[in-house]
């Protein structure tokens, strides 16, 4: 079974480069941890951490997917940013759904562009 | 005790912020679960997985600041890129260094620009 984890980001924040890859990685972190002990975190890792980076355009298209995931019974991990650069405390950055199976993952996912 | 995961990563390869964020994430990930059980692990994510993402300009900065970190007692890992998009199988594109505490980790990063 192919596993993957999908990090959705918000583009309409102008975070910076390294704010993105800060936020992505709080998401991808809080994934693992949860799914730790799991038989599609054990592949995931096995297959060497399978990730995808995608892009929604604001909120709302990041509250889409995530609510899509968990509608079809997927992990979401969503990222309130503490707020001390760049953006507003509490403000949602970016979201992790899985690691699950590629299918599963693609069929919330799969119409959104790489970021 | 301040606790902090830095990310250091190359700026040479051309790397889109989509991929730097998935190479970041793949460096975190590994961190946090090579950490697991450690004190400073869960002060660490106590604390709200505080995160620095930094910038070398080449391979031989990264080497610099893994052999350092390394020498310091510092646990590194490093992200092997599997090569299917942007750069070459194999190549090195960054480097987590901790968690551990900031004043140690600083020691080693402290000079290097963020992303």
């Known amino acids: 079974m192919s596993v993957k984890l999908a990090l959705v980001v918000r583009t309409d924040l102008a975070m910076g480069k390294g704010k993105i890859a800060a936020q992505v990685a709080h998401a991808a972190v809080a994934a693992a941890l949860h799914g730790l002990g799991s ?6 890792l096995h297959d060497g951490q399978q ?3 995608l892009r929604v355009s604001d909120s709302e298209g990041l509250q889409k ?5 968990a509608s079809a019974g997927l992990h979401v991990e969503v990222v309130h940013d503490a ?3 760049q953006v507003l ?3 949602v950055t970016c ?3 899985g690691p699950a ?4 993952v693609d069929r919330v996912t799969g119409s ?4």
Do not use: M, Q
């Not at 997917?65 to 995931?69: E, G, I, L, S, T």
């Open 89 to 91: 405390p509490g403000t």
């Open 112 to 115: 959104l562009p790489l970021l």
């Open 51 to 53: 990730k995808v980076v």
């Open 83 to 85: 707020g001390r650069t």
């Open 65 to 69: 997917v995530c609510d899509d995931a």
């Open 95 to 97: 979201c992790a759904i």
């Open 39 to 44: 038989a599609e975190f054990a592949a995931w």
């Open 101 to 104: 199976s590629a299918a599963e």
